[in-house]
Each structure stands twice: as C-alpha cells, then as structure tokens.
C-alpha cells in the first residue's frame, strides 16, 4: 500500500486523505504531517480515516471505541453524579430512565428530527456505508455537477440536513443567528471554526522548504493564497463570536509555511507570526478566546511551542482569565507529564494556562505505541486530569516535574492559575466534572470552566447540562457569605449554570464537505455512542407525540 521507503510513522500520518495522494506526501514529508485540515476537531476518542484494512480498524476500535459493556450507570443524572468516583471504571452516554422532564425539551422540534435521522444513518450498517461513499465524492470532488456550492438543487438538500446538523451558516447573518438560537435554548455560547481548507498539491507537499525562503517568489505566493486567506477568514471568525465565546485555530490551516516550521519545530514565519499576533490582539480586545487545536503528534512539539509562547502574552491578566488554550489530548501516554511541564512553567513565569481536554481524534495518525492500551486507561486519564486541574492540586496524573537545578522546590510545586474546557461526549465525565464543582471540592467555579460539544452530536449530554439543575452549594455558599456581609439576603437565591458550549463550523456548503465527512466517520467510530443519541432523539419524538393527544409520557 506505501512505498518501501516510507517509514512507519509517514504511514500513520496519512491516514486522513486518499491513497495516491497518501504515497507522495509521505515520501514527501517523512514525519510531517499529511492532511491539512483547519478544524479536525479532537473531542473525542476517535478514528477519522483509516487506509489499513479491516483487520487495522477492528482492532483499533476494540481499544478505544463504545462497545457494548455494563451501563453502571443508567440511574445517574446531573443532580445526583457527585456519588461518583473520581477515576476509572466503564463508561457510557445512556441518559438515565428516570421521571422528570426530558432534557433534549429544550430543543426545537426540527432539531430533534434532523439528529434523529442523522443518528439513525450514522448507527445503521446498511445506511451509513452507502452515505459515507457519497460524501467522500462530494468532499473531494473537482467536478462541478458534484459541487455544492455551483449545483443549487444538490446545495439545497445539503443546507437542509447535514449542514443544518453541524455548521453555523454560510455568511455573518446566518452564523449570528444559529448562534443567538443556541443562546436562546440555554447555551453559554458557542466554539466557532472557520471551514474553508487548504488544499495542496502533491508537487506543493514535497517542497514545502521552498515556501520558507522568506522574500523568495513561493514564499510570498504562500502569503498570498494561504496565510492571508486563513488569517481573514479568522479574523472574521473572531469578529462573528461574541465576548465569552471561543474561536477555534488550526495552525496547519495557513498552509505550508506552518507546516514546514511546525514539522521543524521552529518559529512561525514573519508573515504568519504577524497573522497570529493580529488574531490574538483583536480576541483580547473582543473578550473572545482561542483554542489552538491540537494535530498529529509529529507536529505537537512546535504547536506546544508557539501555544505556550502565546500564552505568555496573552494570559498574564490582572483577573486570572485566559485568552489562549491548548489542547490536551487524554488518549496519549506523554499528556501527563507534558501538561505538567506546562503547569509549572505557567506557575514559574506567572501567566494563566488555559486547557482544553479532550480525548483525542488522531487514533488513526498517530504512532499506536504513544497512545494508551485500552480506552478504560484513556477514560482514567481523562477523569484524573480533570479532577487536578478543578481541584487546582498536583494529584492523581499530574505531578509536578523535578525541580531543576539551582530552582526552589516550592516555586516548581505551585500550581497555577487555569482556564478549563471540558470538551467530551462522553456522559460520564461531564458527570464527574459537573460533580466535582458543584460538591465545593472544586477550587474553580463555573466562571473558569467550559463543558463542550460538538454541535449536532451529543446533544443528550449537552441539553442535560443546560436544563440543570444548576444550583451549586459551593458558589451558593460564597455568595451568601458576601451577600449577608452587606446585610442582604439575595445570596440565598443564587443560582448557578454550568458553561455549555456547542462547536460549529462556518462557510459555504461546498467549503463545509470536508468536516461534515469527519463528523460522519466519528459517529461511525463511536457506534454506541451514536446509537444512544438515535435512542435519545427517539424518546423524545415519541414524548411529543404523546404530549399532542395528551398521553401522558
């Protein structure tokens, strides 16, 4: 399937595009990376490509996919998940069958259709196969008949299913008001992404160096087509967010120069730097925060340098807020210690660490010997991050690095000040970290933490969060406190909502191909997960048919 040449890691970072396509990058770029995608989301444990065959994708899906195992706990909702442990066991996004009002309520009902047909051809064995062999066509296409965005009856239909599932709009009006219409259900805002792609060459992937000769005529054509484009269409992204929201930003988006510096692990080019700047001072001024994704380990040790760089501009604020997160990818066996590394040098340099949790969604890309053995480690990774860092405390897979020499102890042990986004479908950690900070445990309130999802995926898990109950007696507790010393009483109404965030993808419909085709393979991927969210979606149809003829549900 590769050439003879090609190493075994050039092998694992091409999974992501087609297989002529996959042969000369790899040659091409050894150890870089291969697919060039601005948002692959990585907010869970899952494959996005596979070019090994069956027997390769079986097994990696027996390690770190839903399977169908004990549902300890169908009985839980939000309410009452503090009885949870802090770590491990298995783990599942069953909601609980308990009486009450129904959480996904708070959905419109063309919502609840739309993810009901959605989750219906995502978890059918006959229906997806067919479906996922149409979008492939459709997202790589140069054929205008097969575009969508040049074929108006082919961008209709689009626009009203898969589209409408995941993507926010194809201009600034649309994108506004999917977002105000999230605000309106009860969500705390949204995670933005700009959708359109770099798409390069085979002849452009095997001479990126030639891109980096800064003042050279293929250096300033990538300026021109590439970075410029990326950093408008970003900026624009940022100026669509409201203050509190985030931005999602994918390096390897602006093309190759990232790619080439990234792969080197060297600083950004003048010209991008200058970009990144740019989009980082106007969030700052908007109130808006970035999340620099996470991408194929071969390019994580130079997106380490440049987040940790950014953030040391960026997230020294007198309020212990956060402009700049990373992303923390659960799945690998180096993220402990490599977020510990990054504590200690925020706690030691003085700025706030902002951190993005996910599980990760390079399974397929990334060497298999860094990732963790079974999907139950990478769910106690996970959960025992997650519990340190709203506990602010060295505890569980966080430790503080050695001290180095000629530095005080003390100085290496502080932990300090952190943004946190929980961005996971999986049920049971929202549980736990929704537990953790309403039992008064949590040393960070609801005002530094974020839960995310992808929008049109989990929204059992989301909804559940936003219809509450939202009381928390920690922040209740605080806040009588204050309230009763200026001789009030208001404090004892307090209530308090956990920060719930839906990801989405803005652009043209023919832009958004390539990620609604990766959201397509992640609800293949995670087949109980996918098949919860059509139960879900079910019930809730049937409850509001019973509400017309007043049947009680």
């Given at each position: 399937?590769?050439?003879?040449?090609?190493?075994?890691?050039?092998?694992?970072?091409?999974?992501?595009?087609?297989?002529?396509?996959?042969?000369?990058?790899?040659?091409?770029?050894?150890?870089?990376?291969?697919?060039?995608?601005?948002?692959?989301?990585?907010?869970?444990?899952?494959?996005?490509?596979?070019?090994?065959?069956?027997?390769?994708?079986?097994?990696?899906?027996?390690?770190?996919?839903?399977?169908?195992?004990?549902?300890?706990?169908?009985?839980?909702?939000?309410?009452?998940?503090?009885?949870?442990?802090?770590?491990?066991?298995?783990?599942?996004?069953?909601?609980?069958?308990?009486?009450?009002?129904?959480?996904?309520?708070?959905?419109?009902?063309?919502?609840?259709?739309?993810?009901?047909?959605?989750?219906?051809?995502?978890?059918?064995?006959?229906?997806?196969?067919?479906?996922?062999?149409?979008?492939?066509?459709?997202?790589?296409?140069?054929?205008?008949?097969?575009?969508?965005?040049?074929?108006?009856?082919?961008?209709?239909?689009?626009?009203?299913?898969?589209?409408?599932?995941?993507?926010?709009?194809?201009?600034?009006?649309?994108?506004?008001?999917?977002?105000?219409?999230?605000?309106?259900?009860?969500?705390?805002?949204?995670?933005?992404?700009?959708?359109?792609?770099?798409?390069?060459?085979?002849?452009?992937?095997?001479?990126?160096?030639?891109?980096?000769?800064?003042?050279?005529?293929?250096?300033?054509?990538?300026?021109?087509?590439?970075?410029?484009?990326?950093?408008?269409?970003?900026?624009?992204?940022?100026?669509?967010?409201?203050?509190?929201?985030?931005?999602?930003?994918?390096?390897?988006?602006?093309?190759?120069?990232?790619?080439?510096?990234?792969?080197?692990?060297?600083?950004?080019?003048?010209?991008?730097?200058?970009?990144?700047?740019?989009?980082?001072?106007?969030?700052?001024?908007?109130?808006?925060?970035?999340?620099?994704?996470?991408?194929?380990?071969?390019?994580?040790?130079?997106?380490?340098?440049?987040?940790?760089?950014?953030?040391?501009?960026?997230?020294?604020?007198?309020?212990?807020?956060?402009?700049?997160?990373?992303?923390?990818?659960?799945?690998?066996?180096?993220?402990?210690?490599?977020?510990?590394?990054?504590?200690?040098?925020?706690?030691?340099?003085?700025?706030?660490?902002?951190?993005?949790?996910?599980?990760?969604?390079?399974?397929?890309?990334?060497?298999?010997?860094?990732?963790?053995?079974?999907?139950?480690?990478?769910?106690?990774?996970?959960?025992?991050?997650?519990?340190?860092?709203?506990?602010?405390?060295?505890?569980?897979?966080?430790?503080?690095?050695?001290?180095?020499?000629?530095?005080?102890?003390?100085?290496?042990?502080?932990?300090?000040?952190?943004?946190?986004?929980?961005?996971?479908?999986?049920?049971?950690?929202?549980?736990?970290?929704?537990?953790?900070?309403?039992?008064?445990?949590?040393?960070?309130?609801?005002?530094?933490?974020?839960?995310?999802q992808l929008q049109g995926m989990a929204d059992e898990v989301s909804c559940e969060l936003v219809a509450g109950p939202h009381e928390s007696p920690k922040e209740m507790e605080i806040a009588a406190e204050k309230e009763s010393a200026k001789g009030s009483e208001k404090g004892s109404e307090m209530v308090n909502k956990p920060q719930v965030y839906k990801y989405l993808v803005w652009g043209s419909t023919g832009e958004c191909m390539k990620y609604l085709l990766r959201r397509a393979y992640e609800n293949r991927d995670a087949v109980q997960r996918t098949r919860s969210?059509?139960?879900?979606?079910?019930?809730?149809?049937?409850?509001?048919?019973?509400?017309?003829?007043?049947?009680?549900?």
């Open positions: 399937m590769f050439p003879t040449s090609t190493s075994p890691a050039s092998r694992q970072l091409v999974c992501n595009i087609g297989h002529a396509r996959a042969r000369s990058i790899a040659s091409a770029l050894g150890p870089a990376v291969a697919s060039i995608s601005r948002h692959h989301v990585s907010h869970s444990t899952l494959m996005v490509g596979r070019i090994n065959g069956v027997g390769r994708t079986y097994a990696t899906r027996l390690i770190h996919s839903s399977t169908n195992r004990p549902k300890p706990t169908d009985h839980l909702t939000i309410d009452n998940a503090s009885s949870l442990p802090a770590t491990g066991g298995p783990q599942s996004n069953e909601m609980p069958k308990t009486p009450g009002p129904s959480p996904l309520a708070v959905l419109p009902l063309t919502n609840v259709l739309r993810s009901w047909m959605t989750t219906t051809v995502s978890s059918s064995p006959f229906l997806l196969p067919p479906s996922l062999a149409v979008m492939s066509v459709l997202a790589h296409t140069t054929n205008p008949v097969l575009n969508p965005d040049r074929n108006p009856l082919l961008r209709a239909f689009l626009k009203k299913t898969f589209y409408a599932q995941f993507c926010a709009g194809e201009n600034p009006a649309e994108v506004r008001q999917t977002i105000d219409s999230l605000k309106q259900i009860g969500f705390s805002g949204v995670i933005l992404g700009y959708a359109r792609e770099v798409v390069l060459t085979d002849s452009e992937t095997k001479d990126l160096a030639s891109c980096a000769a800064e003042g050279g005529a293929a250096a300033e054509e990538c300026i021109r087509t590439e970075i410029n484009p990326w950093a408008e269409g970003t900026m624009e992204t940022v100026r669509l967010a409201s203050p509190g929201d985030f931005v999602a930003l994918k390096f390897t988006g602006a093309g190759r120069q990232a790619l080439y510096s990234l792969s080197k692990q060297l600083p950004p080019s003048e010209a991008l730097g200058s970009a990144i700047d740019g989009i980082c001072n106007l969030a700052a001024e908007r109130g808006v925060r970035l999340l620099f994704d996470a991408e194929q380990n071969a390019l994580q040790p130079g997106i380490d340098d440049w987040t940790l760089d950014y953030m040391r501009r960026y997230n020294k604020t007198s309020t212990g807020n956060a402009v700049v997160y990373g992303t923390y990818q659960a799945y690998l066996k180096s993220t402990p210690a490599t977020l510990s590394k990054h504590l200690a040098i925020a706690a030691s340099e003085g700025f706030t660490l902002g951190v993005k949790l996910v599980r990760g969604a390079y399974l397929g890309a990334d060497p298999r010997h860094l990732i963790c053995d079974t999907k139950a480690d990478t769910d106690g990774q996970y959960d025992g991050i997650a519990e340190a860092l709203l506990r602010k405390t060295w505890s569980g897979p966080l430790q503080p690095p050695a001290p180095q020499s000629g530095s005080a102890e003390k100085e290496m042990t502080n932990f300090p000040d952190v943004g946190v986004v929980l961005a996971t479908h999986n049920r049971e950690s929202v549980l736990k970290g929704k537990a953790l900070l309403d039992s008064g445990v949590a040393k960070l309130g609801y005002e530094q933490v974020a839960f995310a969210g059509r139960e879900a979606m079910g019930r809730e149809v049937r409850r509001r048919v019973k509400g017309l003829f007043g049947v009680s549900s």
